[in-house]
């Protein structure tokens, strides 16, 4: 079974840059395409990108695109987020899993093997 982890975050002022990694132990990423969300406080976890699993495909929220950049490195089963230009509203804790089910890239219910995900804060 895959087990994912996520880090990279931290506080980071607007403008500012932040790359965080998605790791995958146990098991590989494999075959997988796999995506970003994040979460603030009682909010719904939102899509942010998504990668499929030869990296030809990538899938973005219009929120972070142009901003965002998802890459993956299949040789050490890790998925990365560069992050550019971050704005206070990109503050929340973000997520990777892994998209096992037949729905749409986007939606969290497709997702499994979330990671405890890492801390993004933006200040203004």
Known sequence: QVQVGESGGGLVQAGGSLRLSCAASGRTFSGYTVGWFRQSPGKERDFVAAISWTGNTTYYAD????????????????????????KPEDTAVYYCGVHVYVGPYYSPNDYTHWGQGTQVTVSS
């Not at 142009?66 to 992050?83: E, G, H, P, V, W």
């Open 63 to 86: 929120s972070v695109k142009c901003r965002f950049t998802i890459s993956r490195d299949n040789a050490k089963n890790t998925i990365y987020l560069q992050m550019t230009n971050l």
